[in-house]
């Protein structure tokens, strides 16, 4: 339930990000690029066949309506939330109180669209995703870092490494194969960065010029940046020794000879 719960709320994170990254990336493209653009959203999410089935066309405002707040969506912002939250519940004696109020903030805050479409929706998601990173940051600051906490952080970065190349496989050939401008293309290219969280490590560190090769091999391999695959699974890598530690053997290991 603890690795699931982790996985649901960084799901809900990244798809967020996804939808405030590329609304305004979008904004102003041609409607083809747009359409495209939007498509490889649903991409991302692996449910193309339930979007046919739900909506008409591919538009910001429908992808948007399926990505946050469909019903039918199993991973829609507000169903992962539903689902962390519900986690979160049938382990309540292993989480820190300050992690089921956050939680809770978290799930009533999304139970109600109407405040959405008060202003502008996608500063209505940013509250969302910073929402959801907080609550990362309440687990690490009040729970022991014993066992359950590290199943928490294998399910997030497998989560994240998963999110991670599912953005790329959906980015990479249309970037590859686009015929768009070169001030398109860096446009593109810089919104798959900001959607991996990635941008500015990108242009602080990166050498090589900001094209698909460079882009992809950044977020594949890079050992540092957060959301790089490399350094996801990495980090579930070093959970899982220490989830199959034995405390026991430990001790007599550490203790005087």
Not at 70 to 79: A, K
Not at 147 to 173: C, M, N, S, W
Not at 178 to 204: D, G, V
Request: a negative charge.
């Amino acid at each position: 339930s603890l690795y699931w719960m982790a996985r649901y709320i960084e799901r809900a994170e990244d798809l967020t990000r996804l939808l405030v990254v590329n609304f305004n990336a979008l904004l102003d493209s041609h409607p083809d690029v747009a359409r495209q653009g939007w498509e490889s959203v649903i991409q991302a999410s692996g449910d193309q066949a339930l979007f046919a089935e739900t909506y008409k066309e591919v538009n910001a405002q429908s992808v948007i309506q399926f990505m946050f707040w469909e019903p039918l969506n199993g991973n829609s912002v507000t169903s992962c939330i539903t689902k962390a939250r519900e986690n979160a519940r049938s382990v309540r004696e292993q989480i820190s109180s300050e992690m089921w109020e956050a939680i809770n903030r978290l799930y009533h805050l999304t139970r109600n669209p109407e405040r959405a479409k008060e202003g502008n929706p996608i500063e209505f998601f940013k509250v969302i995703r910073d929402r959801a990173q907080s609550y990362q940051g309440v687990i690490s600051a009040t729970m022991t870092h014993s066992e359950p906490y590290q199943f928490i952080q294998l399910g997030l970065h497998l989560e994240r490494a998963d999110k991670t190349v599912r953005i790329l496989d959906a980015k990479y050939l249309h970037l590859n194969r686009s015929s768009q401008s070169a001030m398109e293309s860096s446009l593109q290219l810089m919104a798959l960065l900001r959607s991996c969280s990635a941008f500015e490590p990108y242009r602080r560190t990166a050498t090589g010029e900001l094209d698909v090769e460079n882009v992809a091999e950044y977020l594949l391999l890079n050992h540092e940046v957060p959301r790089a695959d490399f350094s996801c699974i990495h980090r579930c890598l070093q959970t899982l020794d220490v989830i199959g530690e034995d405390p026991i053997s430990t001790v007599k290991n550490d203790s005087p000879r």
